[in-house]
């Protein structure tokens, strides 16, 4: 014990306090228009995006929706199913709507997203998915199993968030 204290003295102490703790936790700022982030958009099969510079990137997390620009926090974020957007340049934006995934934001001005299923929201019909939503409310709502009603539902919430997602075309 008498070692302990003989290495971590008072004033080792007084230093540590007075340290500044912005130093140690770098500098943030908010992103100039010019800023770019290199996005990384990741399925199992191909990779849509292979670190390009992109002006933000708007996900689908499971604690909300958020925009994604030049100097973010890192962090990392479970996403949710439904819209996720690229802008690439000044008003240039590429729609995807996506099952869900992890996007992880990285100190280096780099975004990493990576995706189970994917595709360009301009693949999807609104005709159709309001066909596949009713087919999977009468399954709802009949007297089928109980599988068969989890399976519908999973489906009717898929098709509720692809809806809302060609809502925002």
């Keep these: 014990m008498a070692a302990l204290r003989s290495i ?3 004033s080792t102490l007084r230093a540590a ?3 500044p703790i912005a130093a140690t936790l770098g500098r943030r700022g908010y992103a100039e228009a ?3 982030i290199k996005l ?4 199992p099969h191909e990779a849509l995006y292979s670190s390009q510079d992109v002006v933000q990137v708007n996900i689908s997390a499971v ?5 994604i620009l030049a100097n973010h926090a890192p962090t990392i974020e479970p996403l949710r199913a439904g819209l996720l957007e690229v802008i690439e340049s000044a008003g240039a934006s590429k729609k995807f709507y996506i099952s869900g995934g992890f996007a992880t934001v990285h100190a280096n001005n780099s975004l990493t ?5 994917g595709a360009p929201l301009d693949q999807f019909s609104a005709e159709a998915v309001r066909a596949g939503l009713a087919d999977a409310q009468k399954v709802l709502s009949g007297s089928g199993s ?3 009603k989890a399976e ?3 489906e009717a919430d898929v098709y509720e968030s692809l809806q809302y997602a060609l809502g925002s075309k």
Excluded: C, Q
């Excluded at 604690?63 to 925009?67: P, S, V």
């Excluded at 997203?113 to 299923?117: A, G, L, R, T, Y």
């Design 34 to 36: 010019a800023d770019k």
């Design 152 to 154: 519908a539902r999973i």
């Design 63 to 67: 604690t909300g929706d958020m925009g």
């Design 8 to 10: 971590v003295t008072s």
């Design 113 to 117: 997203i990576n995706i189970v299923e």
């Design 146 to 148: 109980e599988a068969d």
């Design 17 to 19: 306090r007075r340290a």
């Design 40 to 43: 990384s958009l990741v399925l």
